[in-house]
């Protein structure tokens, strides 16, 4: 089973450069979202999707664009590097059931260096 | 959302209980516990869910008392691999707004 998928795993830019963090997911789940992860500390939500089409913004959205066209893929662009912007980022997915709160699967991560 | 308070972090020694225990006072009715684990270089990874008294599983136990505004994660007899950070979370992915915050977490660190 390949779960949650996070390419590439890692990658260097240099600052003012674009880019897309790729996720994808095949176990049909609904919801997605996005954490970045700094040094020694906890993930913060950057933005998050409850459904194709359906994209909202987490605690640190700046700097950042989702998308969400298929159940599968939730890409995350960064469109003009920022050396604040060096970080971990993981990708995350789970099913969205109205009974309760449905525990999120992690991919492996992208570790994120900015010049 | 509801605030969680966690320890930092902790010491144990192989082979002992570890007991770690989430503040969250103002924790709505329809808010699930749930606690992932995250080793270095890794995502976080479930561990086990909760709502009211006590649940095991073949990782750990969950206890919450009846007043649900604080909850406690029993590792029973760890092990050297169980070094990793633990995180408290309270939410709910339907009334909550979907936004999933996690803290800071509970660095543990199991010696020989």
């Known amino acids: 089973n390949a779960g949650v998928t996070q390419t590439p795993k890692f990658q260097v830019l240099k600052t003012g450069q674009s880019m897309t963090l790729q996720c994808a997911q095949d176990m049909n789940h609904e919801y997605m979202s996005w954490y970045r992860q700094d040094p020694g500390m906890g993930l913060r939500l950057i933005h998050y999707s409850v459904g194709a089409g359906i994209t909202d913004q987490g605690e640190v959205p700046n700097g950042y664009n989702v998308s969400r066209s298929t159940t599968e893929d939730f890409p995350l662009r960064l469109l003009s590097a920022a050396p604040s912007q060096t970080s971990v980022y993981f990708c995350?997915?789970?099913?969205?059931?109205?009974?309760?709160?449905?525990?999120?699967?992690f991919g492996d991560g992208t570790r994120l260096s900015i010049l | 959302l509801a605030k969680t308070t966690q320890p930092i972090s902790m010491d144990s020694y192989e082979g002992q209980e570890v007991n770690i225990t989430c503040s969250h006072n103002n924790i709505a009715t329809n808010d699930y516990i749930t606690w992932y684990q995250q080793f270095p270089s890794q995502g976080p990874r479930f561990i086990i869910q909760?709502?009211?008294t006590k649940v095991t599983n073949e990782v750990a136990s969950l206890f919450i008392p009846a007043d649900r505004k604080s909850s406690t994660l029993s590792l029973p007899r760890v092990s050297l691999s169980d070094t990793a950070v633990y995180y408290c979370?309270?939410?709910?992915?339907?009334?909550?707004?979907?936004?999933?915050?996690f803290g800071a977490g509970t660095r543990l660190f199991v010696k020989a």
């Open positions: 909760g709502y009211k």
């Open positions: 979370l309270v939410g709910d992915m339907v009334t909550g707004g979907f936004k999933t915050i």
């Open positions: 995350a997915s789970s099913p969205l059931a109205a009974a309760s709160n449905q525990p999120q699967h």
